[in-house]
């Protein structure tokens, strides 16, 4: 399926318009069943559902990890992802009912948000993770360069996990949920630990975000953005180091600072 669609425009520059093609980004609902019970319908960038499926049931309280599921299939055509689980939460399980969460996740997702996050106010991240200035632009030069989608349409948000020394995944999505999700599905599936990893983000780190990176157990997180003060009060008391406005040569961290150098 295309991430990106071809869209007749008119621009105006230079004191006229003119008709061009312009990349748009494609908007796509996907409606999760978990053992034939519709749970959620997210709208979404339709790459890597799998990888959303399995992360957004994990980070929301729905299931422990992907040991909990016997299967998931993805229907393309229908916008329909069936998940067959042995294991289903009883706290999460009751809110299932025609949520709909939009690509700007406000409102609709508000009752996942405090339900399952509750558990995260006594979490602090400990960590050993550290990187110096050089290392953070360097990261971040090669986020960029990972981000054509991004860059083609100006619609969709970036997110990668990364060590020290690289970038492990790196994943887009029209919704900023979404593409953590996504990376997260697919550190879980293969295994890999989201410990002592920085996550890179190319919003704004909102309190939203900053639990994301919280229940992914990552105690850095990068941006070219910047954070919102409740994010950076949550960062103080989950030992979150928060870095933003990576332009250039320069950035701003705005807690946790003894892991920057």
Not at 68 to 75: A, C, R, T
Not at 107 to 114: D, I, L, P
């Amino acid at each position: 399926m295309d991430i990106v669609s071809r869209q007749k425009i008119r621009r105006f520059e230079a004191g006229t318009f003119q008709e061009i093609e312009s990349s748009v980004a494609t908007e796509y609902p996907l409606t999760i069943y978990v053992n034939d019970q519709e749970l959620v319908t997210i709208v979404c960038t339709p790459e890597y559902l799998e990888d959303l499926v399995v992360g957004f049931l994990t980070s929301e309280g729905i299931i422990r990890g992907p040991g909990d599921i016997d299967s998931v299939d993805i229907i393309e055509a229908t916008g329909h992802a069936k998940v067959s689980a042995n294991f289903v939460n009883k706290f999460n399980a009751k809110y299932r009912g025609k949520r709909y969460i939009t690509s700007c996740c406000g409102k609709s997702r508000e009752n996942f948000y405090f339900q399952s996050d509750a558990s995260l106010v006594n979490v602090k991240q400990n960590g050993s993770l550290q990187l110096t200035t050089n290392t953070i632009f360097r990261l971040m030069e090669k986020f960029e360069q990972n981000s054509a989608t991004f860059h083609q349409t100006g619609g969709v948000h970036n997110a990668a996990l990364c060590s020290s020394a690289e970038i492990i995944y790196s994943r887009m999505d029209i919704g900023r949920h979404n593409a953590l999700d996504k990376i997260y599905g697919r550190a879980l599936q293969d295994g890999t630990p989201t410990e002592n990893k920085a996550i890179i983000f190319s919003g704004r780190i909102s309190s939203e975000i900053l639990v994301k990176t919280a229940k992914l157990g990552c105690g850095i997180i990068l941006s070219r953005s910047a954070p919102t003060e409740l994010a950076i009060n949550m960062a103080e008391e989950l030992n979150i180091t928060t870095v933003g406005f990576i332009r250039g040569d320069r950035l701003n961290v705005y807690s946790g600072f003894e892991r920057i150098t």
